[in-house]
């Protein structure tokens, strides 16, 4: 594989069973020989017959490997690396919406290869390389009905939980792996809004290296683009936090909150605003990247590479860390 600035991978995967040995090593082998931005295509190879009292976890768990093998065989090799993973069932993409990826090479296993979506553009399919075939790979091409297609969506019913409107919130610093994760289960928690609450610079004097913060318009920016990569179809409400509630306490339209494990409990004291306010609860959907990293660490382990640990990685990177860690640069070029 030789090495280029942009690229594609497309996996078809099952969301009951951790990443085989071959998507593991397209994985990594393309996070180390892509220099900027590495997009990964995800489609589902089994939906209507996911268990819908298990869907949510296991799609946090299989978005959360998708990032830990790239992240950390990019940290490996010390890339600047931006990956991105976009579930395509769920995303609603066209193949307008491809235009921004046509001129990277898409790589994909020689099985994946045969079914990529019948939407998928022609100019891209002259452009998928097929790994683990018994021959060398090679560009793939495939015309017919397939490539006539172009305009369907990928618009799939999620197997787990969904609601019209959901909100979530954050300061959204140095967008890293864990608010992808957060961002994206919120997306695909939701069937019509999503009302993401960002914290307002007055709110953050307090933080350490605030010198190193990113503008309230930075952030709102990435978060913005970020939703949009993951789904066309949402109206996204970007709302600055001046106060732990936000527009939860004062939005009765607002039906669930997806948060984080950690924050969890604290997130309980929003519907007690709300129910003071007398506004329904709000479902409360949580992430645990603590519990997945852990999860993944045992799935990786089976391969013939060693256990990727996720002490270190961007999983569990917080802002603050990525703060402190441009701060000692700052220094050293100082010196």
Request: proline share 4%; aromatic share 6%.
């Amino acid at each position: 594989m030789e090495h280029t600035l942009q690229r594609n991978l497309f996996l078809q995967l099952d969301l009951g069973r951790s990443l085989s040995a071959e998507h593991t090593g397209l994985l990594r082998t393309a996070a180390c020989f892509t220099s900027e931005e590495l997009t990964v295509f995800v489609a589902l190879s089994n939906i209507p017959d996911i268990d819908r009292s298990n869907g949510w976890t296991q799609m946090q768990r299989r978005i959360a490997e998708l990032y830990a093998v790239t992240t950390s065989q990019a940290l490996q090799t010390q890339s600047a690396l931006t990956i991105d993973v976009i579930p395509l069932d769920f995303s609603s993409y066209t193949a307008d919406d491809m235009e921004p990826y046509l001129r990277h090479p898409t790589h994909a296993t020689a099985k994946d290869s045969a079914i990529l979506p019948v939407w998928w553009p022609s100019e891209m399919r002259f452009n998928v390389i097929e790994h683990g075939s018994t021959s060398a790979p090679s560009a793939k091409s495939l015309t017919g009905t397939q490539a006539d297609t172009q305009q369907q969506s990928t618009r799939t019913a999620t197997p787990w939980p969904s609601y019209s409107h959901v909100a979530v919130g954050g300061t959204f610093d140095h967008l890293h792996v864990g608010h992808k994760i957060l961002l994206t289960a919120t997306a695909l928690a939701a069937t019509k809004r999503v009302v993401c609450g960002i914290s307002a610079d007055a709110l953050l004097v307090n933080k350490k290296y605030k010198e190193l913060l990113e503008s309230y318009r930075m952030r709102e920016l990435h978060v913005l683009l970020f939703l949009r990569k993951i789904r066309k179809d949402l109206i996204v409400e970007l709302v600055p936090l001046y106060d732990p509630y936000g527009p939860t306490a004062s939005d009765a339209s607002i039906e669930a909150l997806v948060v984080s494990q950690e924050t969890l409990q604290s997130a309980g004291a929003l519907n007690v605003r709300r129910s003071e306010n007398n506004m329904p609860p709000m479902h409360l959907m949580s992430i645990d990247l603590l519990a997945t990293t852990r999860a993944i660490d045992s799935s990786l382990s089976h391969d013939n590479h060693a256990s990727v640990s996720l002490e270190n990685t961007p999983l569990k990177i917080s802002s603050t860390a990525i703060r402190a860690a441009l701060a000692e640069k700052q220094k050293r070029v100082s010196r």
